[in-house]
């Protein structure tokens, strides 16, 4: 089992920055990849950033390329979203999860059965 711990959601002015963490505990937690998704009102969870169980590789969903940066300490058992430049756009729920395969992170991520997934923070931008 792995609990993961998300923090660090709050309200920012648009083209201010917030960092996010996700803090995990359990079994092997280094052998996980990473991600980061996020659900606004109304709509549905979207994908935003991952990072594979070595931080050697990460992915971005293309309305957060060149603002967002994901990574991950694995000393902390910790991964970051770092969010510049942010919009009233990506206010929304943001959740952590992670699973054993990173290749979930790509195409279809609604239909892919990730392993474990956070409680969420809210993350608020106003214009």
């Known amino acids: 089992q792995v609990q993961l711990v998300e923090s660090g959601g709050g309200l920012v002015q648009a083209g201010g920055s917030l960092r996010l963490s996700c803090a995990a505990s359990g079994q092997n937690v280094g052998s996980y990849a990473m991600g980061w998704f996020r659900q606004a009102p109304g709509k549905e969870r979207e994908f935003v950033a991952a990072i594979s169980w070595s931080g050697d590789s990460t992915h971005y969903a293309e309305s957060v390329k060149a603002r967002f940066t994901i990574s991950r300490d694995s000393a902390k058992n910790t991964v970051y979203l770092q969010m510049n430049s942010l919009k009233p756009e990506d206010t929304a729920v943001y959740y952590c999860?992670?699973?054993?395969?990173?290749?979930?992170?790509?195409?279809?991520?609604?239909?892919?059965?990730?392993?474990?997934w956070g409680q969420g923070t809210q993350v608020t931008v106003t214009s």
């Open positions: 999860n992670a699973d054993l395969a990173f290749a979930g992170y790509f195409g279809s991520t609604s239909d892919f059965p990730f392993d474990y």
